[in-house]
């Protein structure tokens, strides 16, 4: 998989489930990873969290690409540029943020990076635009409106492509009301990788997991064009 900006948006608007995790031991985040991919979703977010995150990361992905080189290893969770820079040098394919950060978005267009805000209103979502960001991160999804957030939005704007992160459950009755909503692609966190298959090893479930979600976005979206 080519990772360049347009194809790293394609791809995750292809698979439509976005896993977002983090975990402290770089061979456990390999498995989950691996797993994420082989449940047909290749692009992961890990999220910027605990001590030497950075480091951690770098170590990842200097492993994946000799590995796996069709997973896509983006950040969450950037609040600043140093960090963004941190992360774009150690080949972040695109960059995650709680909040809209100008400068983020610049650093990132500088790289021809895909920069992901994080937007609670249209005002923001208009900025993030002006911005060249592509696709805007609903978050915290449910608290900022959920489903009927994002159709009052695509009523006068339906060029707008939301990837909402909290409160999408990766289980056909979350994905139908979002996706029919009308969003692009969903962050899903610990309730698409569970904390118990982490602890205990069971890559096999998280795959499984995956690969169910990912299956029911696409059933939804064929249903759609049906």
């Given at each position: 998989m080519?990772?360049?900006?347009v194809?790293?948006?394609?791809?995750?608007?292809?698979?439509?489930?976005?896993p977002?995790f983090?975990?402290p031991?770089a061979?456990?985040?390999l498995?989950?990873?691996?797993?994420?991919?082989?449940?047909?979703?290749?692009?992961?977010?890990?999220?910027?969290r605990?001590d030497?995150?950075?480091?951690?990361?770098g170590?990842i992905?200097?492993?994946l690409i000799?590995?796996d080189?069709?997973?896509?290893l983006?950040?969450?969770s950037?609040?600043?540029?140093?960090?963004?820079s941190?992360?774009l040098?150690?080949?972040?394919r695109?960059v995650?943020?709680?909040?809209?950060?100008p400068?983020?978005?610049k650093?990132?267009?500088?790289?021809?990076?895909?920069?992901?805000?994080?937007c609670?209103?249209v005002?923001?979502?208009?900025?993030?635009?002006?911005?060249?960001?592509?696709?805007?991160?609903?978050?915290?999804?449910?608290?900022?409106?959920?489903p009927d957030?994002?159709?009052?939005?695509?009523?006068?704007?339906?060029?707008?492509k939301?990837m909402p992160?909290?409160?999408?459950?990766?289980?056909?009755?979350?994905?139908?009301?979002?996706?029919?909503a009308?969003?692009?692609?969903?962050?899903?966190g610990?309730k698409?990788v569970t904390?118990d298959?982490?602890?205990s090893?069971?890559?096999?479930?998280?795959e499984?997991s995956v690969?169910?979600a990912?299956?029911?976005v696409?059933?939804?979206?064929?249903s759609r064009k049906?």
């Open positions: 080519a990772h360049d900006r194809s790293v948006l394609q791809a995750l608007q292809t698979q439509g489930v976005c977002v983090y975990h031991d061979e456990v985040s498995n989950v990873i691996r797993a994420c991919a082989r449940g047909g979703a290749p692009v992961v977010e890990f999220t910027n605990g030497f995150a950075c480091d951690l990361f170590e992905n200097r492993e000799k590995t080189p069709n997973v896509v983006g950040i969450g950037v609040v600043d540029t140093g960090t963004a941190l992360y040098n150690r080949g972040a695109f995650v943020s709680p909040c809209l950060i400068d983020v978005a650093v990132c267009n500088r790289r021809m990076v895909a920069y992901f805000p994080g609670g209103s005002t923001d979502i208009g900025e993030a635009h002006e911005l060249g960001c592509d696709i805007v991160k609903l978050f915290p999804g449910s608290s900022v409106g959920g957030f994002v159709k009052a939005v695509k009523g006068p704007m339906p060029w707008v939301i992160t909290g409160g999408v459950d990766p289980d056909e009755a979350s994905i139908a009301k979002w996706f029919g009308g969003i692009v692609a969903a962050g899903m610990s698409l904390d298959a982490v602890k090893g069971d890559w096999a479930a998280i499984a690969r169910s990912v299956n029911a696409a059933a939804f979206r064929a049906g």
